[in-house]
């Protein structure tokens, strides 16, 4: 069979080995294939292309329900419920999405972008099962840097208690998460990986066995068997902590034999209650680069599928956000031994990595636990330190009763700088990171930020180290603006203060973060029209410059503010409020995300679908003020 016929997974019923071990060669083919030409995430599809196979070769997807965990690694899946055929769309503006989406796929049972929420779900779907008396599998796979995250654990604690609710969950044990995983749990789970016997069963004795003359140097299926049953009586105790928990622990099976996988998921699903079956894979299985650099081929950029190696870009390009953001932390840490990195499980794509390798007694991960990440830096807080978490704009929202409860309310020196906020791109909604706006601002004892360019974003680092109360500093995906920086001696500024960078009489543009520069090139456009607009680089949000901005708003009576986030409740919002609360009674027009999600597609597309380009804005500003200052739109935008 070929991989382009298979429109449902049931189809996969009463296939042999062969042709299983077949379509998986297809999978990983078409798998490297469309990431290498768009991009994607590879390492973690490439590790449970067999896993995938041998699952659904043992369910009824008509019925059944299997929750993958994040969802990148999920790509096999989509190979094998229909979307062969349009796989190459995917991340794509209008394609198909990079993580599950139940309006995508009625095999999509659950849809996710975040760790460690499978257990959860598998759970819940298990207990609606039940008390409507169907009769059904519910399956959750999860990684083992996913079993990391205190949700996880907590549902785990939960199906342990209940021994007549039938739920499988199977670890995918990789020893990855994005980064190498950490943690006691993590520890544990190595420790089996690498203990004598289970090597010994998994190597040596292997192939001595299989290159006997009659065997032909295959492992016939009873030496199999055997070979499983050993590797339990070998390490007794690997299960135990599961299995203490009130779970039946069966592994640890090799995710790479279909049919050990097969029988183990057969029996998993005789049992009444938990089970939890432990399948150990080889992240980027199949394709040597992904092997051999697990952390740099979890995801990627188009690459050359031969070398490995990422196309090279036309033109230079500016340093990153987060690049700029990792060194500025590496000189500060130097200079002050109480300064502290911490970040959950994303070194690499905040910038962590710079003060691992530099400084590693003054880094910090955690794992995928965002929570404890926040209230460990308030802890440390506590003790004079000054810990800066770097953390995405999405997945600080796990965290934000603890940015209210465990920093806020106690006024705690703690910085939080916000990797990836605003508009994300192929991702899609599960990480565009446009709520942080919003989500900030009512935090108590916050001082919230945002810089123009990376020169600022350098200044306001300092800025925030040096504050005696909790800070938020946010700044986008991708490259800076290019601005000369400095190597150090930045000079911290003065809080709630923004800065005037143009003047005019007919407009006042008040723009934050990424839409400082945006706002710059819109007013240029503007005055091409004859309409003059005064920017403001608002620089806070928390505390918002009302000594610059109420006079301004007052003498030119028009006000357009700009933010790459959430209208409702964001930047925006916090004008107005500000504007009324003063009496400021003028009309404004707000640009930023109205209330929709944003799909997976380009940044520049996003921006584009969401009028906030520059000449965009400016035909929206035409619209709204050109008539009350004497002009007229080139062209009406509908949004």
């Known amino acids: 069979m070929h991989l382009s016929e298979l429109t449902h997974p049931n189809q996969l019923h009463g296939l042999s080995t062969?042709?299983?071990?077949?379509?998986?060669?297809q999978i990983r083919e078409r798998h490297l294939e469309v990431v290498s030409t768009s991009g994607g995430h590879l390492g973690p599809g490439l590790g449970v292309v067999e896993l995938t196979l041998a699952l659904y070769q043992t369910l009824d997807l008509d019925r059944d329900r299997v929750v993958w965990d994040v969802g990148h690694q999920a790509y096999p899946h989509k190979l094998v419920t229909g979307r062969w055929k349009d796989f190459d769309t995917l991340r794509q503006k209008g394609g198909v999405a990079g993580y599950l989406k139940r309006c995508e796929s009625r095999f999509d049972h659950f849809g996710a972008g975040h760790a460690s929420t499978s257990i959860s779900a598998a759970l819940g779907m298990a207990l609606a099962r039940d008390a409507r008396g169907e009769d059904f599998h519910c399956v959750a796979v999860i990684g083992d840097g996913a079993l990391t995250g205190g949700m996880a654990l907590e549902a785990i604690n939960h199906a342990g208690h209940l021994p007549h609710t039938r739920l499988l969950v199977v670890l995918n044990d990789n020893d990855m998460s994005i980064s190498p995983p950490v943690g006691a749990l993590s520890t544990h789970l190595n420790r089996m990986r690498l203990s004598k016997p289970v090597q010994f069963l998994s190597g040596s004795a292997e192939e001595a066995v299989?290159?006997?003359?009659?065997?032909?140097g295959e492992l016939p299926p009873e030496l199999k068997t055997l070979k499983e049953s050993m590797k339990r009586l070998a390490v007794p105790k690997v299960g135990a902590v599961f299995e203490e928990l009130g779970f039946t622990y069966m592994g640890p099976i090799d995710g790479h034999?279909?049919?050990?996988?097969?029988?183990?998921?057969q029996a998993?699903?005789?049992?009444?209650?938990?089970?939890?079956?432990?399948?150990?894979?080889?992240?980027?299985?199949?394709?040597?680069?992904?092997e051999a650099d697990q952390v740099g081929y979890h995801a990627q950029s188009a690459f050359d599928l031969a070398t490995g190696k990422a196309y090279p870009s036309s033109k230079p390009k500016p340093p990153s956000w987060s690049k700029v953001f990792g060194q500025t932390l590496v000189k500060i840490c130097e200079q002050d031994p109480k300064v502290v990195g911490i970040t959950a499980a994303m070194a690499t794509g905040t910038g962590l990595d710079l003060l691992e390798k530099a400084l590693p007694k003054q880094y910090f991960d955690v794992g995928i636990a965002e929570q404890h990440a926040v209230t460990m830096a308030a802890g440390m807080a506590c003790e004079g330190l000054r810990p800066v978490v770097a953390i995405y704009s999405t997945f600080l929202q796990r965290a934000y009763d603890q940015l209210i409860h465990d920093v806020g309310i106690q006024n705690l020196p703690v910085t939080f700088v916000l990797d990836r906020a605003g508009i994300v791109g192929a991702d899609g909604p599960t990480h565009q990171g446009q709520y942080d706006i919003s989500y900030l601002r009512a935090v108590p004892n916050f001082t919230v930020m945002a810089p123009k360019d990376e020169a600022e974003l350098q200044r306001m680092l300092v800025t925030a180290i040096a504050h005696d109360g909790p800070c938020a500093i946010r700044f986008p995906r991708g490259e800076g603006e290019g601005v000369p920086l400095m190597e150090e001696g930045w000079q911290p500024l003065e809080i709630g203060r923004g800065e005037q960078l143009t003047d005019g009489d007919d407009l006042l543009i008040v723009a934050y973060g990424s839409m400082v520069m945006p706002a710059l090139a819109t007013a240029g456009?503007?005055?091409?029209?004859?309409?003059?607009?005064?920017?403001?680089?608002?620089?806070?949000l928390r505390?918002?410059?009302?000594a610059l901005i109420l006079p301004l708003a007052r003498r030119i009576?028009?006000?357009?503010?700009?933010?790459?986030?959430?209208?409702?409740?964001?930047?925006?919002?916090?004008?107005?409020?500000?504007?009324?609360?003063?009496e400021?009674?003028?009309?404004?027009?707000?640009?930023?995300?109205?209330?929709?999600?944003?799909?997976?597609?380009?940044?520049?597309?996003?921006?584009?679908s969401l009028g906030l380009t520059p000449a965009q804005m400016a035909d929206r500003i035409l619209e709204r003020f050109g008539r009350s200052a004497g002009l007229q739109p080139q062209r009406a935008l509908a949004v």
């Open 18 to 25: 062969a042709e299983l071990e077949s379509i998986a060669r």
């Open 210 to 216: 299989k290159h006997l003359p009659f065997l032909h």
């Open 257 to 265: 034999d279909i049919p050990a996988m097969v029988r183990t998921f």
């Open 268 to 290: 998993a699903h005789r049992e009444e209650g938990p089970v939890l079956v432990h399948v150990a894979t080889t992240k980027g299985k199949g394709y040597p680069y992904a």
């Open 525 to 540: 456009l503007l005055q091409e029209k004859g309409l003059r607009a005064a920017v403001v680089n608002a620089r806070f």
């Open 543 to 546: 505390p918002l410059d009302e």
């Open 557 to 582: 009576g028009r006000v357009v503010t700009m933010e790459e986030g959430a209208l409702a409740g964001g930047f925006g919002a916090a004008v107005v409020e500000t504007l009324v609360d003063h």
């Open 584 to 608: 400021v009674l003028v009309p404004v027009l707000r640009l930023g995300i109205p209330d929709l999600l944003v799909d997976h597609a380009s940044p520049e597309q996003s921006k584009q």
